[in-house]
């Protein structure tokens, strides 16, 4: 079939599906679904530069959404007088310092080599002198924390606009991804994998028990949004207000990443990406242009991921369920056609749509089971039916996984072979 | 009736083809040597034959069987043995489990056969539980040769199997090349040193551009002064 | 009795403290890492994948004990050990056959049509979910027991003078478990023509083909072998705490870490990796201040103790497997015992 011919058809389907859902389930509830769709959208774009476009395997996404979420609550959350008013700044700036100071006299040592120093000797220094500013600014952090936590409860915000924590999450998002990416991007896919599954895990496990930092499992609320909330507006106008943002964004997202992949860089990207071997004979420095690339998508899963957290109001660092929403994107990415931005904003509509219709659907089907069980065969369904049924739906990810791989690599938009004479 | 015959043999790996029609021949117990310059398919050839890519046209009949595309573990019990001309040792494991992997097709005691091997190669027996990886170039071979012979091959393929070698070795490779032959073993291998490898062969092929060029016995082709001229003389020209 | 002076200048109770927290501990669950470990670095030495479902795959062999423990409850109290310990074979043999039905359906058809390496990474976590969602569905999301009511929980006590060394009858039976997998592991590869095969195809997958090992009955063997041993590793650690169908994200990280520290494809460096990494956790969230306090009046008065002088505090556990698997990247990506880095 013809490529845009399909698109369209595709689209058509899905436009057909949505309108059905808010003539079912009611407006408020459909733009609901909408904004949220379009915030996994804006993450599907992030991992199509990295997964379709450089081939890199990043499956620590949640790591990078819950640290840009937790930097859009520390730069746009009202600030908290009682925080500001006691101790806790005084002691935090100390411990700020002292890591300052350590730090700078850990680098200094890490190349006291040039003035003479035995290697041997060196590291020992360097380990010793970590070692040292690790324990001293945790013996000074612990206490401010606690004192914190007594009196403030949590350092809280800084009261400034919403779109700014959005871009500082995705810059803080984009570090991180650039720190990970100095490690990781010389190595084979497995360990790549292997060490963003690491560092997403460390993030949450930071975000959940720095409760001075975060409030912790206590959870923040309610999130500031960047239009008039609901209960100014009412649910639809809000959320479509809401929707408008996020709609702009993936506009201009996917201008941008359209000129740049049809540009001499995107050309380079691609020859990278086919041909590792000879792109790197070509003299292309193959591991820089590989960190621009994870910089870059990390940075757009950053402002995606604080876009959607700030859509739903709460700062629950628990609630970043590492693997099932990561592979939810990846489900979006690799069904809508990687390497292609419009297939991952397709497949992240499509699927997400789907994610949220399966919800009803499992408890349906699974009453029903139960009703059944117990009428034909006396079966005492367990308390925990809901909860269970859920779990179909991780089930469905790694299968719709496995069946697209194995009879669909391309995706359902596959990915345009660009031509050169 | 032959021990190999290759017929016409078309193939190469996805689309393009390498071989363009490569015939083969060679009767029991005799040494077979393809030369030929870079990419003439050489090693295809080989790699053809033992089922290593698709042969597309043509047809491969060793010992009356017709073997065309055969897998290579099949092979291996039709009584072929090949030799890579790169990577042919498991180099974590001992010298002697390297033999003993050759015979894995056998379900028979095979220890004489081991015996038989050091006998041909008499540096591996001191050498038996060192990993292999750890020997000498020249000594690898010769475990990648003690390898392939652990199921007493009619036919043995060796790529290149002074490839890398001081001139040293390349005598002592060959000299043992001989033995096996004189002991009842084919040979059918590529060579790059061309002049030696033709001066123990009863049957050389030239191949270029992956069709026969020249066939005959191997002092035929070193007289021919044709062959001479374009494949023996100035290697430089197809360096 | 100058020995006597001795231990009674040594803090027997901390340092009794010490052997029980860390190297106990370490022990349990280096040997439980350890026997996950062997698993994924004999996959990724044979087929060339990192395989992310190995956790759920250890829950799984756990759950079949569980199984196995409704039908047959009575049959530890007839041996005197703990039924799903005697059942535990039986577990390892129906998980090693799940293991190469779930190669059959889902990982061979991607191996013959010859798909890259990270595809094959990507369809081991579409399984890993999968596995996940039906262990929770048909087994809920809560704790469960493997012990049975007739079962019970032997605790032995060795007094060292003040304190006890604890251990218990499970800690003593994945001791035992490990040392005997380990030792028969060992003769499979060394001694046995399959063994060797499968140290031949990790060595050199092409030149075993021409040497005629049939590579499907290599790879079949590596997921008996690998079930068996993730059902051992499920089933003690289950015995030892609880069953949690969560195990599989908490545990696949130090796995990883074990099986590269051991360098990949070795299965000695994985079992070595294990108790690396084992021991690493316990020392790192090990409370020092304890074995300082005794040293109280030799230390110069202006050294205070604090009350709490860890490496890690215990919320951050996942950190070590972490900078371990980082730092032998980045310093060492061969691994401690060498193993291959590319292919």
Redesign the interface.
């Known amino acids: 079939m013809n490529p845009s011919l399909r698109e369209a058809g595709l689209f058509a389907g899905l436009i057909l599906l949505v309108a059905g859902i808010f003539a079912w389930l009611g407006a408020a509830y459909g733009v609901r679904m909408l904004v949220e769709a379009s915030c996994y959208a804006i993450i599907a774009l992030g991992l199509t530069i990295q997964w379709g476009y450089a ?1 890199l ?1 990043n ?1 620590g996404l949640m790591g990078f959404v819950a640290i840009a979420a937790f930097t859009t609550v520390l730069i746009s959350y009202p600030v908290n007088d009682v925080f500001w008013s006691g101790d806790g700044p005084w002691m935090l700036g100390q411990a700020a310092l002292t890591l300052a100071i350590g730090v700078a006299i850990t680098l200094l040592l890490s190349r006291s080599t040039r003035i003479g120093v035995p290697k041997g000797l060196r590291t020992a220094l360097t380990l010793v002198a970590a070692a040292i500013t690790y ?1 001293a600014v945790q ?1 000074q952090l612990d206490p401010a924390a606690t004192l914190i936590e007594r009196e403030a409860g949590f350092i809280g915000g800084f009261g400034l606009p919403v779109w700014m924590g959005w871009a500082a999450g995705g810059v803080v998002a984009g570090l991180l991804g650039w720190a990970m990416g100095r ?2 991007l010389g ?5 790549m ?3 963003t ?3 997403a ?2 993030v949450k ?2 975000l ?2 720095a409760d001075w930092l975060t409030r912790g499992t206590l959870t923040v609320s309610p999130l500031p949004w960047p239009v008039p909330t609901p209960q100014e507006l009412g649910f639809v106008a809000s959320r479509s207000a809401y929707l408008a943002v996020t709609a702009v964004m993936i506009v201009v997202l996917y201008v941008l990443l359209e000129r740049a992949w049809h540009s001499p860089w995107g050309r380079m990207m691609r020859a990278i990406r086919d041909n590792e071997v000879s792109a790197a004979a070509m003299g292309k420095d193959i591991n820089r242009r590989r960190l621009e690339m994870f910089v870059v998508g990390n940075f757009i899963i950053g402002l995606g991921g604080a876009a959607l957290i700030t859509f739903t109001t709460i700062f629950d660092p628990s609630s970043f369920a ?3 929403h990561t ?1 939810l994107i ?1 489900v979006m990415v ?1 069904l809508g056609g990687a390497g292609n931005n419009l297939g991952a904003i397709f497949g992240a509509l499509l699927v997400y749509v789907i994610w949220i219709m399966s919800e009803p659907v499992a408890i349906f089907l699974f009453t029903n089971a139960e009703q059944l069980g117990e009428r034909l065969f006396g079966w005492e369904a ?1 308390a ?1 039916l809901y ?3 859920l ?12 069946l697209v ?2 009879f669909a ?1 391309k995706g359902l938009l596959p990915e345009k072979v660009v031509k050169y004479d | 009736m032959p021990l190999l015959e290759m017929t016409n043999i078309h193939g190469g790996y996805g689309g393009a083809n390498i071989l363009n029609g490569v015939s083969i021949a060679i009767e029991a117990n005799q040494i077979g040597v393809i030369v030929g310059p870079n990419g003439a398919g050489k090693s295809t050839t080989l790699k053809a034959l033992f089922g290593l890519l698709t042969v597309s046209e043509g047809s491969i009949v060793f010992d009356g069987k017709t073997v065309t595309n055969m897998a290579p573990e099949k092979l291996v019990l039709q009584g072929l043995s090949y030799v890579p001309q790169e990577f042919n040792v498991f180099p974590t494991m001992s010298v002697e489990e390297n033999l003993e992997m050759g015979a894995y097709v056998r379900r028979d005691s095979f220890r004489h056969l081991i015996d038989q091997v050091y006998d041909y190669f008499p540096p591996l027996k001191d050498k038996r539980r060192q990993p292999a990886g750890e020997l000498s170039g020249g000594q690898r071979q010769m475990v990648a040769i003690g390898r392939a012979l652990m199921t007493e091959p009619r036919l043995l393929l060796l790529d290149e199997p002074t490839a890398g070698l001081s001139p040293r070795y390349m005598g002592e490779i060959f000299d043992r090349i001989i033995a096996v032959n004189k002991a009842g073993v084919g040979i059918l291998m590529v060579e790059q040193n061309a002049r030696q490898a033709l001066a123990l062969a009863h049957r050389g092929f030239v191949l270029a551009g992956g069709q026969n060029r020249f066939t005959g016995t191997g002092a035929e082709l070193l007289a021919d002064p044709e062959v001479a001229k374009s494949f023996l003389g100035g290697g430089a020209d197809h360096a | 009795m100058p020995e006597a002076g001795l231990l009674a200048i040594l803090p027997m109770n901390e340092l009794v403290f010490f052997l029980n927290k860390v190297v106990i501990a370490g022990l349990i669950i280096g040997s439980v890492y350890a026997l996950g470990a062997v698993g994924v670095t004999l996959i990724f030495g044979i087929l060339r994948f990192a395989h992310f479902p190995h956790g759920d795959m250890m829950t799984a062999g756990a759950f079949v004990a569980l199984v196995l423990l409704w039908m047959f409850p009575g049959v530890g109290a007839a041996v005197g050990l703990p039924t799903a310990f005697v059942l535990m074979p039986i577990a390892m043999a129906v998980t090693a056959l799940l293991a190469v039905g779930l190669d059959r359906m889902f990982y061979r058809p991607m191996r013959k049509s010859g798909v890259k390496p990270v595809v094959m990474v990507m369809t081991s976590i579409g399984v890993m979910l999968m596995m996940q969602g039906l262990l929770r569905l048909f087994a809920g999301t809560g704790t469960r027991q493997l012990y049975a009511d007739t079962d019970d929980k032997d605790i032995y006590r060795i007094p060292l003078g003040g304190r006890d060394l604890v251990i218990t009858e499970p800690q003593l039976m994945l001791f035992a478990t490990t040392i005997v997998a380990v030792v028969a592991l060992h003769m499979f590869l060394t001694r046995s023509r399959m063994g060797k095969a499968m140290r031949a195809v990790s060595d050199n997958p092409d030149l075993a083909r021409v040497s005629g090992i049939s590579i499907d009955h290599v790879v079949r063997t590596t997921w008996l072998i690998a079930g068996a041993l993730a059902a051992a590793g499920g089933t003690l650690l289950a015995l030892d705490v609880t069953l949690k169908p969560d195990l599989s994200y908490n545990i696949i990280l130090p796995i990883f870490a074990a099986a590269i520290v051991g360098g990949v494809g070795q299965p000695y460096g994985a079992i070595a990796g294990g108790l690396l990494v084992g021991f690493s956790e316990t020392l790192a969230v090990f409370n020092w201040s304890v074995l300082l306090r005794p040293m109280r009046p030799y230390l110069p008065e202006f050294i205070e103790i604090p009350a709490k002088l860890a490496f890690v505090p215990t919320e951050y556990k996942i950190v070590v497997p972490f900078f371990i698997l980082i730092a032998v990247l980045i310093w060492r990506p061969t691994g401690l015992f060498k193993g291959r880095v590319n292919n």
């Open positions: 081939g395997f499956v324990l013996g490690i990781t190595l084979r896919a497995d360990y994998a292997i060490a599954l690491g560092i895990e460390i496990a930071f959940k028990n590492p693997l099932n592979f990846w690799i367990p925990d909860t269970r049924a779990q179909m739906r991780v089930f469905v990810i790694g299968l719709t996984i496995t791989l194995r690599p």
